[in-house]
């Protein structure tokens, strides 16, 4: 292997970091049907081919973008739900905490915003997602769920069947902050942990 070859495995991954970096700005700016590949390449300092040689189309971009945004928080709620020996309800509440840190306290929120209001129009980034995130995310929660039932803290309801009802308050909080924060402020904390001690309530076996 010659050295201008090693040099350029070695560049690699940070070129692509930038690449992504400056789709997230560009998509944000623009949205993601209207971003153009050649601005995203303004955007990262490289040729448009260059993008090219990491992802074949805006749709790989926006995928690489997800997997990107998506995987540090996912590994660790995977860690949390495997070895956390904590009670179903604490450990629902670790949970929510890390959302409300790690995904509405941080650019992640971007993304998940970008995926609420265009990626219904790109059905492979939509199932890509699915597939990725949201299936992954909803098994953390129905894994939590079936453990309370199984060590009689929860009871058997429909609550463990649609953990989709556990999960709602995130794209709520997400799109709200997107359209009618800077005249209806929410206050997300209060708004999660309202939302999680009522679900509790249905959830939680009575003594």
């Not at 040729?47 to 990491?54: D, M, P, Q, S, V």
């Not at 997800?66 to 070895?83: G, H």
């Not at 990626?119 to 894994?143: C, I, K, M, Q, W």
């Not at 997400?174 to 939302?195: G, N, Q």
Request: proline letters at 5%; aromatic letters at 10%; one cysteine or more.
């Amino acid at each position: 292997m010659t050295t201008m070859k090693r040099e350029r495995r070695k560049e690699a991954p940070d070129k692509r970091e930038e690449i992504l970096n400056a789709a997230l700005s560009v998509f944000v700016e623009h949205g993601f049907g209207a971003s153009r590949m050649d601005e995203v390449a303004k955007r990262a300092g490289v040729a448009k081919g260059t993008i090219y040689l990491y992802f074949p189309s805006k749709e790989e971009l926006f995928k690489g973008l997800i997997e990107n945004v998506a995987s540090p928080p996912l590994e660790a709620l995977q860690t949390l739900v495997d070895t956390s020996d904590a009670d179903s309800e604490q450990l629902l509440r670790t949970m929510f905490a890390f959302v409300k840190r790690e995904l509405l306290g941080t650019e992640r929120r971007q993304v998940i915003h970008l995926i609420l209001t265009e990626v219904h129009r790109f059905p492979d980034v939509a199932r890509f997602y699915y597939e990725n995130v949201v299936s992954r995310a909803l098994g953390f929660l129905r894994t939590i769920m079936e453990r309370g039932v199984a060590r009689g803290e929860f009871r058997d309801c429909d609550l463990v069947r649609f953990p989709q009802l556990m999960a709602a308050p995130l794209p709520m909080a997400v799109f709200w902050s997107a359209i009618f924060e800077p005249f209806a402020p929410l206050d997300v904390d209060r708004f999660m942990d309202t939302h999680l001690d009522l679900l509790l309530t249905k959830l939680k076996v009575k003594s």
